[in-house]
């Protein structure tokens, strides 16, 4: 049994959807949280700048004596897991694969619709993965990068945001699919708008919860599971501004005592 602490990054405050996720379901758990708000948004940067970016806060999370890392996006995933896993000396786990496996576990799932950052879908790393689970698959890839912004901004729940998600998932009611992957993990948070444009026909697929599930194995398998009958801690850092990151995740984690810490690492 291991009491370290499992670290989390992503480019904002979308990967809060799987910290929220892994607190519901291995709530004994701990968990450093880094959101690199210093260089949001990810999705529209060149994959070597992502990988360095990925690299230095897997670094920084290891000198927290992490016993696992997860890359709580999409994003970054794509452009660094193979990367981290080379270079880190512990477990890393991204969110594409898991995403496509909870896709193809459906029980329809001949045309899958996916919604990422311009990087993700530029990547093609939800196509590949899909189809090396179920090659009849059709895949229907979409960047919905404007997306991004109405999460990080706290603009859920708008109008504004219902008008954004009707504008930017049009083409799959032209071309309708049986399940729909969230591929940026700020995307759980629009899940309302999303159902309200899609109709309930069509399964939200958030990769968070596969995720999650992937490393309660992983964890398990290395005997690593927190043995404390605590619930765990988080510590939040951004490499931005620290008291957006805290609003954030008051907001969605419903925790009104979270603060952050500002992270000088670039």
């Not at 480019?11 to 379901?25: C, D, E, K, P």
């Not at 998600?165 to 049986?178: G, I, M, S, T």
């Not at 939040?236 to 810490?261: E, F, V």
């Amino acid at each position: 049994m291991d009491q370290r602490p499992i670290g989390v990054m992503d480019s904002g405050l979308g990967g809060l959807s799987v910290v929220r996720l892994l607190h519901q379901r291995l709530p004994h758990e701990s968990v450093i949280f880094v959101g690199d708000q210093q260089h949001f948004p990810y999705g529209t940067r060149v994959q070597d700048e992502i990988r360095s970016f990925a690299l230095i806060i897997g670094k920084f999370l290891v000198q927290q004596n992490i016993k696992l890392m997860v890359i709580a996006c999409n994003t970054a995933t794509a452009a660094a897991l193979t990367l981290l896993q080379k270079e880190l000396p512990v477990p890393v786990i991204g969110v594409i694969q898991p995403g496509a496996v909870a896709a193809v576990s459906l029980p329809y799932h001949d045309r899958i619709g996916v919604i990422a950052t311009e990087s993700t879908i530029n990547d093609g790393a939800y196509v590949r993965a899909i189809k090396s689970l179920s090659p009849k698959t059709t895949v229907l890839a979409k960047a919905t990068q404007p997306l991004v912004a109405i999460v990080e901004h706290g603009q859920t729940g708008t109008l504004k945001a219902q008008r954004a998600v009707n504008e930017q998932l049009a083409v799959f009611r032209q071309k309708p699919v049986d399940g729909l992957v969230l591929g940026c993990t700020h995307f759980p948070f629009l899940t309302k708008e999303i159902m309200q444009t899609l109709g309930p026909t069509v399964a939200i697929i958030d990769p968070a919860g596969e995720t999650v599930q992937l490393v309660a194995r992983v964890l398990t398998k290395h005997d690593a599971l927190a043995t404390t009958t605590d619930k765990g801690q988080l510590t939040l850092y951004s490499t931005g501004a620290a008291s957006d990151l805290a609003a954030g995740a008051r907001k969605w984690l419903g925790k009104q005592d979270l603060t952050s810490k500002h992270l000088a690492l670039f």
